[in-house]
């Protein structure tokens, strides 16, 4: 199920990745795609396939092949050395198919069906050796004899059997022309059960042939065979007959065969044709003959070639060359032979690909493309029913997700600080004769109603607007019993975590004494926060979705505080302490929309125990005027480090669990500056501007606030 041009010279060099080798039985009965239906409800993506190291000078990696069921890539990828290594690639996880530290190239080309048999050649000291991996073997050379140079292309679906090329004896002279000796370019089938390799007969006596693919059954060899003339595309049966497929049109020339169905009836590869400059892409089968496969623009198209087909040959993957374009162009031509440019990983998609392989339903396609930077990088791509679409870089995308994820920490605490911010809602209630008294002397008032609007600024991503009511009663002269009703909006979004809905706030308390009088005040209050949230994952990092979910959110706190009031002169200072309790919860939710990979979180809750110190300074500016300075510290004396965890179908993220992000601050200062002007009668306004630090963000939250109290 898969071909690549062989004499293709690469097209990029450098790609940035480290991935750590892990054993072949590790890594072959995982799969990349978990549900193959689910990623074809949305746009078509495309992941990228790393080195094995990104410090050397020269990194490139190439996807050259695929087992028939999607689940195990194979090709070749650079080492620290900058060496070509046979790889495997399942489950987000790039595997080292020969011995660590092997200064020799290799390539792994080709895959069974479930991908438990890859095959492809190292090289030693005389040349490419073909060559077998299985999860109980590892790497074994196939036996084609010590002096004959060989190479494995592919693998029946069932494992049995494996297609090459034997190259030459070491002895005679290399083969020169297409009518070279029959001890070169011999096209061979190698057996597992027996250990045996029969080669194939030529299309003329002494005439070279080159194995480039086989069927499922291991029945039918596909390839290029010397006719006498030129160099053709075959078919043949192992075993049995040899046919030339010919040319396109016949018109004069080479062909040649890169791919064969799983079923065996279809070829593809490439072909000269009439009044065409350089050789265009194929498929062939008894009914029709060799046709042409049109590219996708097929009036500036150079070259085109077809490199595999699907288990029954409608889909058929390959590149394309254009006179518009600087390189070769992945495409997927499908049943009725129209063309889909797979695209590449570049912004303004203007680089190259080359597709290797496909799957057997015809939705996976793999290669390598280019990226921004230039470097080459293998690609799995995966088909969708709606057509165009995003190209997903696998690594960004596994980066992007955990970093949403341990966000989603950092984001619970924006709804942590609404319900703090309740929690410290309260009104001082007029006490007669009292300095700062807003009622007539002497006369106390036991009801008292303030509305106020506030809203908080934090640079690194918040924004809250709230508008709440406060009321409170005195219960006696030194007590008062009061509550908190607020609607609000936040709008959030960190590096990897954004947040957006309205919530509900409310909150009550009971107070003792008078904070606005010399002596001891008290205060112990309990608030609840609810809010239906949007949460949408950032596409900070290239190549990304913006997978959205909405979710329920609430959080519950109650607090403790003392203070003690000194006079100094006409100022009232106050120290104070304060002991909360805050538990935040997010339901479980699963993102929706068009995203190929939609994440599914479980239910998340974070808690945290906050001590906090104090001074609140008022300072009588006139008769009618208070301003209040209020500015301390807060910690943590306990903060829950609960896992963020869940699913998704993302290879190598089935399910995942990730920290938060370490704390900005562990100790967050804060600070308030209020004017109070009292307009008599029992009615005064309040103004206030404040800044405050929070444990996940650098730079500090601004936060304003406009009140109207009303004492009765």
Not at 38 to 51: C, H, R, S
Not at 594 to 612: I, K
């Given at each position: 199920m898969k071909k690549t041009l062989k004499d293709r010279a690469p097209e990029s060099s450098t790609l940035s990745f480290t991935v750590k080798a892990?054993?072949?039985?590790?890594?072959?009965?995982?799969?990349?795609?978990?549900?193959?239906?689910?990623?074809?409800?949305?746009?078509?993506?495309?992941?990228?396939?790393?080195?094995?190291?990104?410090?050397?000078?020269?990194?490139?990696?190439?996807?050259?092949?695929?087992?028939?069921?999607g689940s195990v890539v194979v090709g070749a990828a650079t080492d620290a050395a900058a060496g070509r290594i046979a790889f495997s690639f399942a489950g987000g996880t790039l595997t080292n198919l020969v011995p660590l530290g092997s200064a020799n190239p290799s390539a792994a080309l080709g895959a069974s069906f479930d991908g438990s048999v890859i095959a492809g050649y190292q090289f030693n000291s005389m040349g490419p050796i073909a060559t077998y991996w299985t999860q109980a073997t590892g790497a074994v050379a196939i036996p084609t004899g010590p002096t004959i140079y060989s190479r494995a292309e592919d693998v029946s679906g069932d494992g049995t059997r494996i297609v090459g090329t034997l190259f030459g004896d070491g002895v005679s002279p290399p083969p020169v022309g297409p009518t070279a000796p029959a001890a070169y370019d011999r096209a061979f089938v190698w057996t597992h059960a027996t250990n045996t390799i029969v080669t194939l007969t030529g299309l003329i006596p002494g005439g070279a042939t080159l194995g480039n693919d086989i069927s499922n059954d291991g029945a039918i060899v596909v390839g290029r065979a010397d006719n006498g003339t030129a160099n053709h595309a075959f078919r043949a049966v192992v075993g049995g007959a040899i046919s030339d497929l010919g040319t396109i049109g016949g018109a004069a020339g080479s062909s040649e065969a890169n791919g064969v169905s799983g079923d065996g009836l279809v070829v593809v590869g490439q072909s000269v044709a009439p009044a065409a400059t350089g050789q265009r892409a194929f498929r062939w089968s008894a009914g029709t003959a060799m046709v042409q496969l049109n590219s996708t623009d097929e009036a500036n198209v150079t070259f085109s070639l077809a490199n595999a087909a699907s288990e029954d040959g409608s889909y058929v993957a390959g590149a394309a060359r254009y006179s518009t374009t600087p390189g070769y162009r992945a495409i997927r031509w499908d049943g009725a032979g129209v063309a889909t440019d797979l695209g590449d990983f570049t912004t303004n998609n203007d680089g190259t690909s080359f597709a290797s392989g496909i799957s057997a339903d015809g939705s996976i396609v793999v290669g390598n493309a280019s990226n921004d930077a230039g470097n080459i990088r293998g690609f799995i791509w995966r088909d969708a029913v709606q057509p165009g679409g995003t190209m997903l870089d696998h690594i960004n995308t596994l980066t992007q997700v955990a970093n949403n994820a341990a966000e989603q920490a950092a984001g619970a605490l924006y709804l942590d600080k609404i319900v703090q911010f309740t929690l410290g809602q309260s009104l001082e209630l007029p006490v007669g004769g009292a300095d700062g008294d807003r009622s007539k002397a002497g006369i106390g008032r036991p009801y008292s109603l303030r509305i106020a609007a506030g809203a908080a600024n934090n640079p690194d991503g918040n924004n809250t607007a709230v508008a709440g009511l406060t009321a409170a009663m005195a219960l006696n002269d030194n007590m008062s019993f009061g509550g908190h009703l607020g609607l609000g909006k936040d709008d959030g979004d960190l590096a990897g975590f954004g947040i957006d809905g309205t919530f509900q706030t409310f909150g009550a308390y009971l107070q003792g004494g008078h904070p606005s009088t010399e002596g001891l005040n008290w205060k112990v209050a309990a608030a609840q926060t609810s809010a239906q949230v949007e949460i949408t994952r950032s596409t900070a990092l290239a190549n990304t979705e913006r997978g959205t979910g909405t979710t329920d959110?609430?959080?519950?706190a109650a607090s403790v505080e003392m203070g003690y009031a000194m006079r100094r002169g006409s100022a009232l200072i106050t120290p104070f302490m304060r002991v909360a309790r805050s538990?935040?919860?997010?339901?479980?939710?699963?993102?929706?929309?068009?995203?190929?990979?939609?994440?599914?979180?479980?239910?998340?809750?974070?808690?945290?125990?906050?001590?906090?110190?104090?001074?609140?300074?008022?300072?009588?500016?006139s008769d009618a005027g208070v301003v209040r300075l209020t500015a301390g510290v807060e910690w943590d004396l306990?903060?829950?480090?609960?896992?963020?965890?869940?699913?998704?179908?993302?290879?190598?993220?089935?399910?995942?669990?990730?920290?938060?992000?370490?704390?900005?601050?562990?100790?967050?200062?804060?600070?308030?500056?209020?004017?109070?002007?009292?307009?008599?009668?029992?009615?005064?306004y309040d103004l206030g501007v404040g800044l405050q630090q929070t444990a996940y963000a650098e730079k500090p939250s601004l936060t304003a606030s406009i009140g109207y109290q009303m004492d009765f």
């Open positions: 892990l054993p072949i039985a590790a890594i072959l009965g995982l799969t990349i795609v978990a549900n193959t239906s689910q990623a074809q409800t949305a746009m078509p993506t495309m992941e990228v396939i790393p080195t094995f190291d990104d410090s050397a000078f020269f990194t490139q990696s190439d996807a050259l092949g695929i087992s028939g069921d959110m609430s959080a519950r538990s935040v919860q997010r339901d479980g939710y699963s993102e929706t929309g068009s995203v190929a990979f939609p994440v599914t979180y479980n239910d998340y809750e974070v808690n945290a125990t906050l001590a906090t110190l104090g001074t609140d300074v008022r300072l009588p500016v306990s903060r829950s480090t609960d896992a963020v965890t869940g699913t998704s179908a993302i290879p190598g993220m089935t399910s995942f669990a990730i920290a938060a992000p370490t704390l900005e601050h562990e100790e967050r200062l804060f600070a308030e500056a209020r004017y109070t002007h009292s307009l008599g009668n029992g009615r005064s």
